[in-house]
């Protein structure tokens, strides 16, 4: 009789055990939520990320341009390339003690990577580590909130980690910075010219959205309305909007690419930083002018302010800002300027490489 209490005791006791360790096992949230494998889904700089590992040999695709990735995983670190549709180069990710994040760079062709790309794993792989390694697709439903919308301000394109919402739009160097709650976003928008508060109240299925805006701390009860034209795809692991990198902008450009164009550009790119020297000769004395600016990458915009430099060699603010988008194949800049917060002159202004 003592025995088979002392066995039913210990039968109970491991069951309890068992089932304190599955609970743990599968909280959610935690580190133990996915397998400590390389294999999985990464939200990441490039938009979703699918990693196979077959022993050390890694491959993967993600969500830009056809982007693959092929590399050797040495401990956490892993070394390769990438390619896409518009180019290629070297990346290295270098992934935490249980592969649930990585932080990495990238660069092209046989350059040095220094652009950065990081990643956050938002499901595992089956049975991770082994050949049939099968990553499991994750979407999140408030992720339809990505994409580009025509406003009331022009066109404005969002991005989205978690419940943050982040985005640009084409007017004064527009940023907005939000918490999205169901379908209704509130949070703030800055321009060169000012700041305030907004509220963005989207339908069921994130195609279109009516808000209002304020200055300053102001309740919002300015129209500001808008319809989607365009999935961006992106649920970005960071407040970078990085979504449509790589870019590569370094040479020399000038109005349609002629050496015989007054307007030239020279740009400097490191990584998402830019610096850009736009010069051309004033018409009344016959001098060249240039002015400088610099920034850093939002999507395939380029919005900053230039100083020109006096006789003295200082710098003024002229209240002079220039607003570039890239074109997909790196191949063209569309500019215009503004001037204190205000298009002066409505033609915009396409360079190409100097060939």
């Known amino acids: 009789m003592k025995k088979l209490i002392y066995f039913l005791f210990v039968t109970v006791f491991c069951f309890q055990v068992n089932a304190k360790a599955e609970n743990i096992s599968t909280k959610p949230g935690s580190s133990a939520q996915f397998p400590k494998s390389v294999a999985g889904v990464y939200k990441s700089d490039f938009n979703e990320l699918t990693l196979y590992v077959n022993g050390n040999h890694v491959t993967g695709t993600y969500k830009f341009k056809g982007g693959k990735v092929d590399g050797t995983l040495s401990g956490h670190t892993l070394t390769g390339t990438w390619s896409q549709s518009n180019g290629k180069g070297k990346l290295i990710f270098v992934f935490n003690n249980d592969f ?9 062709n046989n350059d040095t990577p220094s652009g950065k790309w990081n990643g956050t794993k938002i499901a595992g792989g089956s049975n991770a580590g ?4 099968t990553p499991v697709s994750s979407v999140s439903g408030n992720s339809k909130i990505a994409g580009v919308y025509s406003t009331d301000f022009k066109n404005m394109t969002l991005t989205i980690s978690g419940n943050h919402v982040t985005g640009t739009y084409e007017h004064a160097g527009g940023r907005i910075d939000g918490t ?3 379908h209704t976003l509130t949070g703030t928008w800055t321009q060169t010219n000012g700041k305030g508060k907004l509220v963005f109240v989207f339908n069921n ?22 319809t989607k034209t365009g999935s961006s795809g992106s ?7 990085q979504t449509s990198l790589p870019i590569n902008v370094i040479g020399s450009w000038s109005a349609n690419g002629s050496r015989n164009q007054i307007g030239r550009l020279q740009i400097w790119q490191d990584g998402d930083k830019f610096v850009v020297i ?7 004395t016959g001098t060249w002018k240039s002015y400088k600016g610099e920034g850093r990458f939002e999507g395939r915009k380029m919005n900053f302010k230039v100083f020109p430099s006096t006789t003295n060699g200082s710098s003024a603010d002229q209240g002079y800002v220039y607003h570039y988008t890239i074109s997909p194949d790196n191949s063209e800049i569309t500019s215009y300027y503004t001037r204190y917060g205000k298009r002066t002159i409505e033609t915009n202004v396409l360079y190409k490489r100097v060939k």
Do not use: E, M
Not at 100 to 108: H, Q
């Open 235 to 241: 649920t970005a692991a960071s407040s970078s909007t």
């Open 130 to 133: 082994s050949t049939s390694s």
């Open 278 to 284: 736009a010069s051309w000769p004033d018409a009344a």
């Open 205 to 226: 299925d994130f195609s279109a959205f009516t808000g209002k805006w304020g200055y300053n701390n102001d309740a919002p009860t300015s129209k500001w309305n808008g």
């Open 180 to 182: 999205l709650s169901g």
């Open 100 to 108: 649930s994040a990585f932080t990495g760079k990238w660069g092209y």
